[in-house]
């Protein structure tokens, strides 16, 4: 009865939290593995290894699979004890896709012609629009995730690649930077900033002499305060390239310049192709899909940020040496979290805890934990817990620097199993492409942003059935009608038609309304209050004909009774319908589709598309008290399941606590952060007992939700002023194009 109700408060933490549940984690897996006890086979924390067949989320690095590889690692010797004894095998190959010669042969920018085609490539174009992302990012502590909603727990990336690559901007180089600089990149095999990426920044230099000064100056500074820092002189293709390096990798720079170009990369591999491509083999601009794409995409448009996704790189990404190391990696850095924790239940339980043969002895982990087939293991430098292959957490060698000679059995079959769904899914690896653009607007203090991606080939497979409902790419839309904050118009095909004969393609739309939306506070949370009708102010219709729509009458075939004012009265909870034109239109308001049906009318569209969607300016509107009161109680959420984080070392692991934050950002490997925007600070309750809590919160909401702040702004309503977006799906390619106006002075 208590290991019932011990998991099930885990699950429920877990499905709520704000953070990686890697303290959950350790202990069901332990405590099941110690005391004989059943795992839960459901739930956040207790994810199924099958996950790891799942393509993104192990590119992704996803916190289910983490757990359910530390899951295994404390229930499973049979994993770690196998030999690596099979060679690596060779890649899959899918579909070579063949690019149109174009009519006009398109400009491509000299800095593309330096980059390897395997690579990801974010050009800018001018140093000012650089600092325009770099600027737009700081104001959100790094992470534009935080623009939507103010996330628990900063893993600080920015400044771990800026430390990383020994890279740091400073007031001078704003000044300096367009007069030094005419061109910059960031490229990358990967991404994986938060274990250690192989990742560069690239500069096209207009001033040589003043660009190399700027980067070896910093160079020299870190020389000079950081204690175990060395440089060294290495050679990698030919040339000369500086290599400044701690033993940990918090510091791991490769530092070169070839003509005008410059890059400052945390990769040996990364490095070597740079030269290579400047040398004419596989450069990323001399790629016949990269042309391609400067011919939808062309240099005259003068793009903000562009961003480019190779087919190279993805077929790298999806490549075994990529999959297998991906994989170990997480290991590795799970395995690191693992032994951490194990180390504070044995200090809990007042065992020695100094060697993993005395945590293994208590049975805190499991015989032969860190074993694995690498020959790497979990080891302790400076007092500093480290993986023996790959350094410290959140500072790994990057992949493309890790040598694999040979696989494990199991590794060798993981692989073909995903190779097989990967060429099941994908016939072809395309590339991905993004633009992002910036105009002023008529009104002072915003700008707006027209945002462009295309994606082909497109993954057909895994949404073949939504690619058969809709039509084709439309050159009409319906237009939005003056009240209604989100509107949406999605083209459907004939296989959502309903009808027993040949019909053409038609649009579904549909919109909420503003209103004022009456909320309550219920069981901790802001839900609407009243019935659906009372508070779902909104409509849904059809041109030319009902379509799917129909479902909504009884008797489709049959005649409604029509009452006053052309209302047809349905049999669904006071569901109206209305015909007007060819419009067909439903509501559970006759006020509503009185106002709306007259103004309903077909108008040209900029794009043809089967998607379309519209937000209006939400600071406009009646419902935005409902947003940042709904808002509010998620960030409440957020920022006490953070708090809940520390308190949970202190009663689960002992931990002091005044120590506890201090532990926490260690397992987390990031800052914690309030999602209200106070400070975490230690609480003492009526009963005397010591709770970690945000500044932010009254003493009131500590407990539970009671009242929203009347000065509460919810973070995304602080900045958008609007949308429009429309999506197109046409053969193997999908496109999207997107306008959002941003508020970016008060």
């Known amino acids: 009865q208590w290991w019932r109700h011990y998991t099930n408060q885990v699950r429920e933490s877990a499905r709520t939290g704000a953070y990686p549940p890697v303290v959950e984690n350790y202990l069901t897996a332990m405590l099941s ?45 049979t994993l770690s004890a196998e030999p690596a004894s099979v060679p690596l095998p060779a890649p899959t190959r899918t579909r070579h896709i063949e690019f149109p010669n174009p009519a006009n042969k398109a400009s491509i920018e000299p800095i593309a012609q330096r980059v390897p085609e395997e690579c990801f ?40 690649l800026e430390q990383q690559l020994v890279l740091k901007q400073s007031s001078l180089a704003k000044v300096l930077g367009p007069a030094v600089i005419s061109d910059i990149a960031i490229i990358g095999f990967d991404a994986f900033v938060r274990e250690g990426a192989a990742i560069g920044v690239l500069f096209e230099a207009r001033n040589n002499l003043l660009l190399a000064r700027d980067i070896q100056g910093q160079r020299a500074a870190v020389l000079e305060q950081v204690p175990d820092v060395q440089e060294e002189t290495i050679e990698i293709a030919g040339h000369s390239v500086s290599f400044i390096h701690t033993p940990n990798g918090r510091i791991r720079s490769f ?78 850095a799970g395995d690191l979290e693992l032994l951490r924790l194990a180390q504070l239940a044995a200090q809990a339980e007042g065992r020695p805890f100094r060697t993993l043969d005395d945590l293994i002895d208590a049975k805190l982990l499991p015989d032969r934990f860190g074993h694995r087939p690498d020959g790497s293991h979990p ?21 493309a620097d890790m040598e694999i000679q040979q696989i494990t059995p199991s590794e060798a079959a993981a692989y073909e199993r995903f190779a097989d769904h990967h060429l099941q899914q994908w016939e072809a690896v395309g590339a991905m492409m993004l633009a992002v653009g910036r ?3 008529e009104r002072p203090g915003r700008e707006r942003l027209t945002i462009e991606v295309s994606v082909a080939p497109f993954a057909r497979q895994p949404y073949a059935s939504l690619a058969s409902w809709l039509g084709a790419p439309q050159t ?27 019909v053409p393609d038609y649009h579904v739309f549909g919109a909420m309304r503003d209103f004022r939306s009456p909320w309550a506070i219920r069981g901790g949370s802001v839900v609407p209050r009243g019935r659906p009708a009372e508070f779902l102010r909104g409509y849904l219709g059809a041109w030319p004909f009902s379509g799917l729509l129909s479902i909504l009458t009884s008797s489709p075939n049959e005649p409604l009774p029509l009452e006053a004012q052309n209302f047809n009265v349905l049999p669904r909870r006071g569901l109206l319908q209305r015909q007007i ?39 406009k509107l009646a419902v935005s008290s409902s947003l940042h009161a709904y808002g509010y109680s998620q960030a409440r959420k957020t920022s006490q399941s953070v708090a809940q984080l520390m308190n949970q070392l202190a009663e689960q692991l002992h931990v002091p606590e005044e120590a506890c934050r201090e532990v926490a950002e260690e397992l987390l490997g990031a800052k914690l952060s309030c999602a209200l925007g106070g400070e975490y600070e230690l609480v003492e309750t009526a009963g005397g007992l010591k709770l970690w809590s945000s500044s932010a919160l009254s003493a009131e909401n500590r407990l ?37 106006e941003m508020q970016t002075t008060q």
């Open 581 to 619: 034109h060819d419009f067909t239109v439903f509501s559970f308001n006759s006020d509503l589709l009185d106002s709306v049906a007259p103004q309903l009318k077909m108008v040209p569209a900029a794009r043809p598309a089967q998607l379309r969607l519209h937000i209006a300016d939400p600071t």
């Open 379 to 399: 080891t302790s430098e400076q007092e500093q817990l480290v993986d023996s292959l790959r350094g410290a957490p959140g500072s790994f060698v990057p992949i």
């Open 704 to 740: 539970g939700l009671q009242t929203v702040p009347e000065d509460y702004e919810f973070p995304i309503l602080t900045w958008f002023r609007g949308l429009a977006a429309d999506l197109a799906l046409v053969g193997d390619t999908l496109s999207a194009h997107a306008t959002v």
């Open 255 to 332: 530092y070169a310049s070839h003509g005008d170009y410059h890059l400052v990369t945390t990769s040996r591999t990364l490095m070597r192709r740079f030269f290579e491509a400047a040398a004419g083999q596989r450069s990323l601009g001399g790629s016949a899909e990269f042309q391609h794409a400067r011919t939808e995409a062309p240099l005259a448009r003068r793009d903000t940020v562009f961003a480019y996704f190779s087919s190279a790189m993805m077929q790298q990404m999806t490549s075994p040496h990529y999959r297998v190391e991906m994989a170990r990696r997480m290991q590795a």
């Open 121 to 160: 490539y974010v050009r800018f174009g001018a140093f000012s629009n650089y600092l325009w992302l770099k600027d737009l990012l700081d104001r959100w502590g790094g992470d534009i995730r935080n623009m939507a909603s103010q996330r628990g727990v900063d893993y600080q990336m920015n400044e771990r």
């Open 439 to 441: 105009q002023p607007t």
């Open 476 to 502: 009409q839309q319906v237009r939005p009608a003056p009240g209604d904050a989100v509107h949406f118009d999605v083209v459907l095909g004939r296989t959502l038609a309903l009808s027993s004969t040949p």
């Open 33 to 77: 593995r110690r005391l004989g006890l059943p795992l839960p086979t459901r739930g956040p924390v207790f994810s199924n290894r099958d996950s790891l067949s799942d393509a993104v989320g192990l590119v992704l690095g996803t916190e289910s699979i983490r757990a359910a590889m530390q899951r295994d690692a404390l229930l499973s010797d």
